[in-house]
């Protein structure tokens, strides 16, 4: 009989072990927004890809560049060939760690991210703070943050200079479930 | 005399509202109409995944900014934000081509079922854990 709670107790741990795994979303949401006295610059990406490892309180957050839509052709074509040099540099990463994350618990609380940004090839590192809501089986995290242009060494021509701010909000907002595989 | 720079008055303002109006025009066109514009290349689902699975590199100069039609075997429909998902099967291993679609075409993500084949038209953006593409409406199925 001992050995049968001892096979359960230990089934019940290594099924919690396995539920508080890797939290994944592939639909994650990213956007930048660009205000100057000329004009408003939006570009939205639907498509992020965002891992939380729940036993270390790391986050990893990968993006295209080309995921990005603007609303003006132009835009998007001067983004991606002149500034990201996107076919050089196709991908943004996030590489963080959550801090305090075993003492977040309820249901609206707020944490500093700190970790390594890197856009255009180049690594700038940035601290966030980001909203955690837990909900059933899900983990939702939200909240924006300013990067500066020159950070990440993109050549704005002097051209439009005054159309494109110097620094960028980027707002997110990922929903990660259970990783299966 | 005043007759001929009144003309040449005429003509300079005229050349300048041209001008004017292409500039604007370009400056202000709205992203490439998929439904409308011809596909670069058609090509089955796994070609495509086996091309990312062996040099990511070569496979985005391949694909990448190219309006691609692409034929596969529904593997997962879901909707986030409002917005279709179709996933295309991947027969070798666990990844896919994750088709994001067009609002306009909600109503016929709804009526798709898993298992079936499909034909869409999209713009490949890259690949994550699966290659991506954006904007895509469905050709049939």
């Known amino acids: ?181 | 005399m005043k007759n001929k720079r009144f003309k040449i008055l005429i003509g300079f303002i005229l050349i300048v509202s041209i001008s004017l109006f292409i500039v604007l025009n370009l400056y202000n066109k709205p992203l490439l109409n998929i439904a409308k514009s011809r596909a670069d290349m058609e090509i089955k689902a796994q070609e495509i995944l086996d091309d990312y699975r062996k040099d990511e590199i070569i496979a985005n100069k391949k694909y990448v900014d190219n309006v691609i039609q692409i034929k596969g075997e529904i593997s997962n429909i879901s909707i986030e934000n409002g917005n279709g998902i179709i996933s295309l099967k991947d027969l070798k291993g666990e990844s896919s081509v994750m088709c994001h679609m067009s609002p306009e075409e909600n109503l016929k993500v709804l009526k798709l079922k898993k298992g079936s084949v499909i034909t869409i038209k999209g713009v490949c953006t890259g690949y994550l854990l699966d290659v991506v593409l954006v904007r895509c409406i469905i050709i049939n199925n």
């Open chain 1, 1 to 181: 009989m001992r050995k049968v709670y001892f096979i359960l107790i230990i089934f019940l741990a290594v099924s919690k072990l396995y539920s508080q795994g890797k939290y994944l979303t592939k639909e994650g949401y990213v956007s930048f927004f660009s205000h100057s006295l000329v004009e408003d610059i939006k570009a939205d990406n639907r498509q992020v890809l965002s891992v939380i490892d729940t036993e270390t309180g790391e986050i990893a957050v990968q993006l295209l560049m080309r995921s990005f839509l603007f609303k003006k052709a132009l835009m998007q074509q001067h983004f991606n060939e002149s500034y990201v040099e996107s076919h050089k540099f196709p991908k943004a990463t996030f590489n963080g760690h959550i801090l305090n994350y075993k003492e977040l618990n309820n249901q609206n609380d707020e944490t500093e991210i700190k970790g390594i940004l890197t856009v255009h090839g180049k690594d700038k590192e940035v601290s966030v703070i980001a909203k955690f809501q837990f909900e059933k089986d899900q983990i939702d995290i939200s909240g924006d943050f300013m990067v500066e242009v020159a950070d990440f060494d993109i050549k704005i021509p002097s051209v439009v200079r005054n159309n494109i701010a110097k620094v960028i909000k980027v707002t997110f907002e990922l929903k990660h479930i259970p990783y299966k595989k």
